[in-house]
């Protein structure tokens, strides 16, 4: 009699590191996208801020909804206050005080 013993996986072993490498797969994916989106509402939250930036010195922006607010303010300076609205909904206001020598 001789025993021979087989050697490699069974099919449930198969299976189930199949299993594990596809819900390890679905997680990672979900998490980059994730990530992603994350990374684009950044992005768009910094051209926002530029936007409004841009406001202030006086250049319109096509795309974007920018608004300029100027009040007076103290010693004679203007009180100035842009909002840039992007269109996917993002925003951004800045306020400076600006004095003329």
């Given at each position: ?31 980059q996208r994730v990530l992603t989106q ?29 608004q300029l607010l100027a009040q007076p303010g103290p ?27």
């Amino acid at each position: 009699m001789s025993s021979e013993r087989q050697q490699g996986f069974s099919l449930a072993e198969v299976l189930f590191a199949l299993l594990l490498f596809s819900l390890s797969l679905t997680v990672l994916m979900q998490y980059q996208r994730v990530l992603t989106q994350g990374f684009a509402q950044q992005w768009q939250q910094r051209q926002a801020w530029r936007y409004a930036a841009q406001r202030i010195e006086g250049q319109a922006v096509d795309g974007w909804q920018t608004q300029l607010l100027a009040q007076p303010g103290p010693g004679g300076c203007q009180l100035l206050s842009a909002q840039a609205r992007g269109p996917l909904g993002r925003e951004a206001q800045l306020t400076t005080l600006r004095c003329e020598p």
